[in-house]
């Protein structure tokens, strides 16, 4: 069965430091790897999406997620924290079994970012 | 470009009410997602639609749950009766295809979130 894994429930980083959050996943075949945040009482947004090619890829607001194949992990990156960067960010995998395009999610990361 | 909209935004019910929300995607999608998110989990397929004709809903509790997309456009999705395991926000993606290209991507409404008492 294909699946996400988002080992930690809380992040907590200060502003201005690097930040990251985890996700390992179990696919079979190549995957298709999204990252998603979540704002209180708002939907998901879309961050960024690793298809093929450069394993580091650059998303929306200076997030970027790297992708390791060995490891079998993308974990989403950021150099330098915002306060507003404080939400709920997903994980996800595009399920290749169905051929419907359906996102299995992980559990969720709240990354916390203090002044 | 106008998003995905979902009503209403938040719905209280008693256990055994029915209930009913509406979504209405992005112009032009011609696929349609319920999602279920429950508090500290990730979202969790309900029901997929391509045009009016569902093609995964494998995970929908058929026993209560029902969902129909009558034009190929607007959606409702209706649980009767309501259980207070079904306390959660319902999400609305839509795409403009649904297979697992991972170009189709999804866009999501702001969700309702329904409390059962």
């Known amino acids: 069965a294909q699946s996400v894994a988002q080992p930690e429930d809380q992040v907590n980083v200060a502003e201005g430091n690097p930040l990251t959050v985890k996700c390992t996943y179990s696919?079979?075949?190549?995957?298709?790897l999204f990252w998603y945040v979540q704002y209180p009482n708002r939907g998901l947004q879309f961050l960024l999406k690793y298809i093929t090619g450069d394993n580091l890829v650059k998303g929306s607001y200076g997030f970027e997620a790297e992708f390791n194949k060995s490891q079998t992990s993308f974990h989403l990156k950021k150099p330098s924290a915002l306060v507003s960067d404080s939400a709920l960010y997903f994980c996800?995998?595009?399920?290749?079994?169905?051929?419907?395009?359906?996102?299995?999610f992980g559990q969720g990361t709240t990354l916390q970012v203090k002044p | 470009e106008a998003g995905v909209a979902q009503s209403p935004r938040y719905k209280i019910i008693e256990k055994r009410q029915s209930v009913a929300f509406w979504c209405n995607p992005i112009?032009?999608?011609?696929?349609l997602y319920w999602y279920q998110q429950i508090l500290g989990q990730g979202p969790k397929l309900l029901i997929q639609f391509q045009n009016n004709g569902v093609v995964d809903d494998s995970q929908l509790p058929k026993d209560r749950f029902s969902a129909e997309r009558l034009k190929g456009v607007d959606s409702t999705l209706k649980i009767q009766p309501a259980k207070l395991e079904d306390s959660a926000v319902y999400l609305c993606?839509?795409?403009?295809?649904?297979?697992?290209?991972?170009?189709?991507?999804?866009?999501f409404g702001p969700g309702t979130r329904l409390t059962v008492l």
């Open positions: 696919v079979s075949g190549n995957p298709y």
């Open positions: 993606a839509s795409s403009l295809g649904g297979n697992i290209s991972p170009y189709n991507e999804q866009f």
């Open positions: 112009s032009g999608h011609a696929t």
């Open positions: 996800a995998v595009r399920d290749k079994s169905s051929n419907t395009g359906k996102l299995i």
